[in-house]
């Protein structure tokens, strides 16, 4: 790599930027100083340029998805812990020499040196820096080949035997005991095993995913994920979706749960030609909201004649044209998007219900700021009974590991704890919900995690409150066949007795 190059690569203010952020996310003196100490270095970094935005994302999640193995590594190569900014410097010019192969070693050293001095550490601290880091250079073999004989070992489904396996799995055993949980009919081994290779695979950075919104046409080509839960999944990258308006960036698990909602709402309207009307509970930014009307749309879509894209060596995409009956449904359908929180609720205002609206103009769309934990406030709005409520509720995230690693060294550390304050207000949302469904009418449970106390804890819960059964019941762990590299993800539907 020539020198201009390798210049390019090196943005000094991505690298303060990425240590703040380690900083405010993982500790705790650093967190409490700000309401939104995380939003807050998201922010500044939002006015990086293009490259220097990549490098920040890159050093965050990379690092945050190493930050056992690398500390590890460090105790190797120092008698003892050096204080923390120190040592996060050393940690994030170590994850450059061992993982980013595009940056030269010396610019990774020139970069250390320069950033000790801005960060203020003394001469004997930035000569201690390049003393570890030489050692990670000069051994970066080695040590990449022992991560990749655990890493083989951990996907596997072995439990982690050693202090290195467990840093590599980049999890606690207080994390591994809540995602290890037996359905019924399972070993014990069995459970322990998945949830090893669940954590293992969520180490794996996962590819971008999305749908083309239905009648659109893509602007270039792309690639379908050949997904076995969410058949019209595709490959997207960053750069092509900015400038793509017919493309919406959805994870594989969020589609198909979105396609499980349309394929309800579509029976539904087959049934009966009467007003088909759902609660969302938990709306956020409105993406199962798109996702879904984009999903009904699909299944009333057919695709002869249409254009196909995709090159020769990948699994062709056809973007798929209207047929001409595919709005009834959506000239029946009510549905009411609710959340309380302001800020979810902008985003829902400002992009997805513009979306909604052009896209899907004779649906009825309304959303509401609702607290659904406050009693007392509850609109009058929700006094009909609904006959579809979905609560995708507020959870402790630990399916969405591979996009958020962090989450395993703040709520993964108090794992049961954590699992367990929020299935107390899961179990307040869903006591809420029972209220506002018509008699025969259908509940949507849906969290990105995998406790028990949350997912299937929650639907036994919900059986009892609604004094009815679950028609079915999922939970996707990643690492398994039928979904290898998806994030983790439950939902359950079930029906209140006519
Ligand atoms: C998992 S997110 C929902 C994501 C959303 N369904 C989507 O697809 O973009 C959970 C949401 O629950 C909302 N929430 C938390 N507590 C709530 C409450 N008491 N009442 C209503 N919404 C709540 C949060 O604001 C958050 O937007």
Avoid at 44 to 55: I, K, V, Y
Avoid at 151 to 156: I, P, Q
Avoid at 292 to 321: D, I, K, M, N, Y
Avoid at 373 to 397: I, K, M, Y
């Amino acid at each position: 790599m020539n020198d201009a190059r390798a210049a390019r690569h090196v943005a000094p203010e991505a690298r303060l930027l990425a240590l703040d952020w380690v900083r405010v996310v993982l500790i705790p003196h650093a967190r409490e100083r700000k309401a939104n100490p995380e939003s807050e270095v998201l922010a500044r970094a939002d006015a990086l340029g293009r490259e220097d935005r990549a490098l920040f994302q890159e050093l965050t999640i990379g690092l945050m998805r190493e930050w056992g193995f690398l500390n590890e590594v460090l105790l190797r190569f120092a008698k003892r812990p050096p204080r923390e900014k120190l040592r996060n410097l050393v940690l994030q010019s170590a994850y450059s020499l061992l993982f980013l192969d595009r940056i030269p070693a010396y610019a990774v050293f020139s970069e250390a040196k320069r950033l000790a001095s801005l960060l203020g550490l003394s001469e004997h601290e930035a000569g201690f820096a390049h003393g570890v880091l030489k050692q990670v250079e000069r051994n970066r073999e080695a040590i990449l080949k022992e991560r990749a004989d655990a890493m083989a070992k951990l996907k596997d489904g072995a439990r982690p035997s050693s202090a290195f396996e467990w840093a590599v799995l980049n999890s606690s055993g207080e994390l591994l005991r809540m995602l290890n949980w037996c359905a019924p009919g399972e070993t014990e081994a069995d459970a322990q095993s998945r949830a090893v290779r669940a954590l293992a695979a969520m180490k794996e950075p996962l590819p971008l995913v999305g749908y083309v919104l239905p009648g659109m046409k893509p602007s270039r080509e792309y690639a379908r994920l050949g997904s076995t839960i969410a058949p019209d999944a595709l490959i997207l990258d960053a750069a092509a979706i900015r400038e793509d308006p017919a493309v919406r960036v959805q994870g594989e698990v969020s589609q198909w749960v979105c396609l499980e909602a349309a394929k309800w709402i579509a029976g539904r309207a087959r049934e009966s030609s009467a007003p088909v009307r759902v609660l969302e509970m938990a709306s956020g930014k409105g993406g199962k909201l798109l996702g879904t009307l984009a999903a009904l749309a699909r299944l009333s879509f057919s695709a002869p004649e249409s254009r196909t894209f995709g090159a020769p060596e990948v699994q062709p995409f056809t973007a798929p044209e209207a047929r001409p009956d595919s709005r009834g449904v959506f000239s029946r359908l009510e549905w009411w998007a609710a959340d309380s929180s302001d800020t979810q609720l902008r985003f829902f205002e400002r992009d997805a219900f513009p979306r909604v609206r052009e896209l899907w103009p004779d649906a009825r769309v309304r959303v509401l700021r609702t607290d659904f934990s406050d009693a007392a406030r509850l609109p009058v709005e929700f006094s009909t009974p609904f006959d579809l409520v979905w609560l995708d509720a507020p959870c402790t995230g630990f399916g969405t590991l591979a996009k958020h690693p962090q989450i395993a060294w703040t709520r993964g550390l108090h794992a049961r704890r954590e699992a367990e304050s929020m299935a107390a207000l899961q179990h307040g949302l869903v006591e809420k919900s029972a209220g506002f469904l018509a008699s025969g009418g259908t509940f949507l449970y849906s969290v990105c995690t995998l406790t028990e106390p949350e997912t299937s804890g929650v639907t036994h819960f919900a059986n009892q409150k609604l004094r009815g059964e679950p028609v079915w019941e999922r939970v996707l762990w990643p690492g398994d066949s039928s979904t290898p590299a998806s994030e983790g993800f439950y939902a359950a539907l079930l029906q209140k007795p006519a």
